[in-house]
């Protein structure tokens, strides 16, 4: 592959190498530039050309193999993958303040968490119950003390995953980490702390359904409650997209 004027020139050093570098790369992939089974140039010539060091490429490409962009044969060199379709799914991670996005990913919850609270009102154990029930008294705690109960809320919907004895139920939400509780993401900076607190104390009101019928072992309840609680969740966020709330 012979060297192009746009995408190969000097990175300029006030961004992290490494993460422009990788952008660079990603653009030139997913804007066709570079082919799907084209080799990449070499490490020589994308140190000469880009202005950066071997650790700097070497860490680059070894994040584009991770997303799914590049594959290496031993010997041959860097090659860009010819399917796309087997890249690992990733949610944005550097979007603080999307509203959009924080309505998808409560959407996507809405399609396992549901089913998680059935089953963890089917298989909770006492202990299991407990912690849920002890994440609820963290809640409300964190609320009183003016915070933003973060920490509890996702104390809670983990409680429940584990309550499903499902690990993959687990896994999945450890996989969203912070994206499963948005507003600490989400900019409002047009709530004032009374408008917060009640909001919450709804959030409050919602989970204690959801405990109230995992403890019943009613598993349709249960199913009911949590779905309500990620649809009012998303109409909120929907109300802020549109700049209501």
């Known amino acids: 592959m012979t060297t192009r004027d746009t995408a190969f020139r ?14 660079r790369l990603t653009g030139e992939i997913k804007g066709g530039t570079l082919k ?13 050309a880009f202005g ?3 650790t700097v490429v070497r860490e680059a490409l070894a994040a584009l193999r991770a997303e799914g962009l590049i594959h290496t044969r031993q010997g041959a060199g860097a090659f860009v993958a010819t399917d796309m379709r087997s890249r690992p799914f990733r949610i944005p991670g550097d ?3 999307n509203v959009s996005e924080a309505i998808r990913i409560n959407e996507l919850r809405l399609g396992i968490e549901v089913e ?5 009102a089917e298989r909770r154990s006492a202990k299991e119950l407990a912690a849920i029930e002890r994440s609820l008294v963290r809640f409300d705690d964190a609320v ?20 499903t004895h499902n690990e993959n139920f687990v896994a999945f939400l ?17 709530i004032d702390e009374e408008m917060r607190k009640t909001y919450l104390r709804r959030v409050s009101g919602e989970h204690q359904a959801i405990a109230r019928a995992i403890a019943q072992s009613d598993a349709t309840a249960a199913r009911r409650a949590m779905r309500r609680h990620l649809k009012r969740s998303i109409k909120r966020y929907q109300s802020i997209e549109d700049g209501k709330a």
């Open 10 to 23: 000097p990175l300029e050093p006030p961004r992290n190498l490494k993460d422009e570098l990788i952008d």
């Open 36 to 48: 799907p089974g084209e080799k990449l140039p070499t490490e020589q010539v994308m140190i000469a």
């Open 52 to 54: 950066v060091s071997r």
């Open 95 to 97: 979007a603080p303040g």
């Open 116 to 120: 998680s609270a059935g089953l963890a």
């Open 144 to 163: 009183e003390r003016g915070e933003d109960a973060v920490d509890a809320d996702v104390e809670f919907h983990r409680a429940i995953a584990t309550a």
């Open 174 to 190: 450890a996989w969203l980490g912070w994206h499963i509780i948005p507003r600490r993401i989400v900019q409002q900076n047009n």
